[in-house]
């Protein structure tokens, strides 16, 4: 297990479409986070998933932004009608327990809305 | 929303230099971490104080917490370029449920060789 994976990379899309990115978190851990990320900024908590239950979502997560953890393994956070301002890196993040030993991040998702 | 603020926004040192960056937060916290992030990166996990904590050592990393005051700071002595990086400061609230960090807008450190 080499961490936590995020696909794509990079996402390019076009006002109004719909997006899906994907997180793979480290195996043994059961929580998982969502977070993004704007330019010059730190990151902001969007969703929290601990097993296949979300448990915590940002008043950021307008009704456009979904988020799901089938399993409680891999997630998925979809973006409908994506808008100028959904731009930004989406980070997701893992942890075993209440953070006591950190979270480990993905490379990130970056998102440019056109 | 941000939790804090890190201080200061930048910083340019030269290689071998001592490098500082202070984190001030406004809520009680169970927990305080710094994470590294190189450009276009994700973050990485360098170092967890606990609230009960005063000071905490890490290779050349030197944290501490001063929670009368709701401010740590990171030491990073004799520094690398390799140590160029935004670094941030992330908290975890205190109370039962509470998982999420809540992040500052970090500090950018340049090393120059």
């Known amino acids: 297990d080499t961490g936590v994976s995020q696909d794509p990379r990079h996402k390019i899309t076009k006002r109004g479409q719909n997006v899906t990115f994907r997180c793979d978190p480290i195996s043994e851990h059961n929580r998982l986070y969502w977070y993004r990320q704007t330019l010059g900024q730190g990151p902001e908590f969007l969703t929290y998933f601990q097993n296949e239950a979300q448990l915590e979502k940002s008043r950021l997560l307008s009704d456009r932004f979904s988020a799901e953890r089938p399993k409680g393994s891999f997630s998925t956070l979809e973006i409908q009608r994506t808008e100028q301002g959904d731009s930004a890196m989406y980070l997701c993040?893992?942890?075993?327990?209440?953070?006591?030993?950190?979270?480990?991040f993905g490379s990130g998702t970056r998102l440019t809305v056109v | 929303s941000q939790q804090g603020e890190e201080d200061p926004q930048a910083l340019s040192i030269q290689e071998g230099e001592n490098a500082t960056m202070n984190c001030s937060y406004k809520?009680?916290?169970?927990?305080l971490q710094w994470y590294r992030q190189n450009s276009g990166r994700g973050l990485v996990h360098l170092i967890l104080i606990r609230s009960n904590e005063r000071e905490k050592h890490s290779g050349r990393l030197r944290v501490t917490l001063d929670t009368s005051k709701k401010s740590s700071s990171l030491l990073i002595t004799a520094s690398r370029a390799a140590d160029t990086a935004s670094y941030f400061c992330?908290?975890?609230?205190?109370?039962?449920?509470?998982?999420?960090?809540?992040f500052g807008k970090g500090t950018k450190l340049s090393v120059i060789p």
């Open positions: 992330a908290t975890v609230a205190s109370g039962a449920g509470s998982y999420q960090l809540t």
């Open positions: 993040a893992s942890s075993l327990d209440r953070g006591h030993g950190g979270y480990t």
């Open positions: 809520t009680s916290i169970n927990n």
